[in-house]
């Protein structure tokens, strides 16, 4: 369930990170409250979330879990399923803590061009692309502007630069040149399109370490995407995990999958914000993601029924998808 609130004013990836230590980060409580969705979480503040582990710092997880090389997997659990994982996973992994706190704010601002090319580039299935961001970790009152780009061998790489906080929202010069360095680097060539902000999104995120030190994961939830005058909340009860490993099949990996979890396929939160803020016209890869996320659009949601019951009459044991435009696509 979503509420779109009007204001006035995966496939597995490796990915190396330039700089790896991890700021305190998420979205600031915003909004009515009496507009927030109600789930089975605990809408009080989590506590069931982080309470069972035991602490560690900052500088404990970058020197035991610093994770430059990794595979990543990617997760959508409610509430009912993720107790059930945290029960799992406070055996073999602490959780970052920071002056007493073990849940952070993230704030992000992602940047595309007039015809939406990072949207478009991975809604196509394009392995050379990337996105620009920045991205404020609330607490600690830090700012980063990151530029995540892809090779057509797969390999992920992000790259930061600290940002004014008071300049959260708009890309600098300074901030520009290294969005531009970043892309000669990888694709040895020049950018030069013009970038302006796309989408905004708020969430709170818990870090869990593995006490082994060679996996972690990250746990998103009170996401809510935030377009020109629109916003969306999502659904509190909804939880996006994601794990980081070696090899995609660490500690994290197999426990989900002992609980019949298994990875959302192109659950990236920037396209699934840009599709459920109706922001784009085309986000078939995505629906699995909306779909678990429970962003679909209604007249999507209600396609989608039909074409299951036109599956199932038709004798199909494979999910179909709608493409949009009046045709079935039965994946093989």
Not at 45 to 59: N, T
Not at 121 to 150: I, M, S, T
Not at 192 to 221: A, C
């Amino acid at each position: 369930m979503l509420q779109t609130i009007s204001t006035a004013g995966s496939r597995r990836q490796f990915r190396h990170e330039e700089h790896h230590s991890l700021g305190v980060s998420g979205g600031a409580e915003t909004g009515n409250p009496e507009q927030a969705i109600q789930s089975d979480a605990d809408q009080s503040g989590y506590d069931w979330l982080v309470a069972p582990f035991e602490p560690i710092s900052l500088d404990e997880l970058n020197a035991k879990a610093s994770m430059l090389v990794r595979l990543d997997n990617k997760y959508v659990l409610d509430a009912a399923d993720m107790k059930h994982a945290i029960a799992r996973f406070n055996e073999s992994f602490d959780v970052l803590e920071i002056d007493g706190l073990r849940r952070f704010n993230y704030e992000t601002c992602y940047f595309d061009d007039e015809d939406n090319t990072s949207y478009t580039d991975h809604h196509r299935g394009r392995r050379k692309r990337f996105k620009v961001r920045l991205r404020k970790y609330v607490e600690a009152q830090l700012c980063f502007v990151e530029v995540k780009l892809k090779s057509k061998r797969g390999i992920t790489i992000k790259k930061r630069m600290k940002q004014q906080v008071e300049n959260y929202g708009t890309l600098d010069e300074a901030a520009m040149e290294h969005v531009r360095r970043s892309y000669a680097e990888v694709y040895g060539g020049d950018f030069n399109r013009p970038l302006m902000p796309s989408v905004e999104m708020r969430y709170q995120r818990v870090t869990l370490v593995s006490k082994e030190g060679d996996e972690r994961m990250t746990i998103d939830f009170n996401l809510e995407f935030m377009r020109g005058e629109r916003r969306l909340r999502l659904d509190s009860g909804k939880f996006i995990i994601e794990t980081k490993s070696p090899n995609a099949n660490g500690l994290a990996d197999k426990i989900l999958r002992s609980l019949h979890k298994h990875p959302t396929k192109n659950c990236s939160k920037y396209c699934v914000s840009m599709a459920s803020m109706q922001a784009v016209d085309k986000y078939n890869r995505f629906i699995p993601a909306m779909r678990r996320l429970n962003v679909l659009p209604e007249s999507k949601m209600l396609t989608q029924a039909r074409v299951r019951e036109w599956a199932r009459v038709q004798g199909q044991d494979r999910e179909a998808e709608y493409s949009g435009s009046g045709v079935l696509i039965c994946p093989a």
